[in-house]
Nanobody, 127 residues
Framework: QVQLVESGGGLVQAGDSLRLSCAAS????????MGWFRQAPGKEREFVGT????????NYADSVKGRFTISRDNAKSTVYLQMNSLKPEDTAIYYC????????????????????WGHGTQVTVSS
């Protein structure tokens, strides 16, 4: 059974940093592109960033570019989201997702591209 478990969320002040983790099991992690998405109350789930299987390439939403960094440790089956200079508008539930098929260097920015999802972790940024 595939499981993606996010952790590291919390309540922080504007300008602070957080690092989210997503531990995967039940799949061949090194064969999966991984993505981070977020959903704020009353809004649709939106793309945050993605990383290729090997970690050699990443892609980010314009709203987080330069502030957020995705990395992965295939030996630990874990993907990370380092979030710096947090803003109140970053407040949301953050989800990680796994894309189990596709070319090695592909990046995926759409929710429907992903096969598996975690349950999310809440990030709240106060002003």
């Amino acid at each position: 059974q595939v499981q993606l478990v996010e952790s590291g969320g919390g309540l922080v002040q504007a300008g602070d940093s957080l690092r989210l983790s997503c531990a995967a099991s039940g799949l061949t992690f090194s064969s999966c592109a991984m993505g981070w998405f977020r959903q704020a109350p009353g809004k649709e789930r939106e793309f945050v960033g993605t990383i290729t299987r090997s970690g050699s390439s990443t892609n980010y939403a314009d709203s987080v570019k330069g502030r957020f960094t995705i990395s992965r440790d295939n030996a630990k089956s874990t993907v990370y989201l380092q979030m710096n200079s947090l803003k109140p508008e970053d407040t949301a539930i953050y989800y990680c997702a796994a894309k189990a098929t596709g070319p090695p260097g592909a990046v995926y920015t759409r929710t429907y591209s992903y096969n598996y999802w975690g349950h999310g972790t809440q990030v709240t940024v106060s002003s």
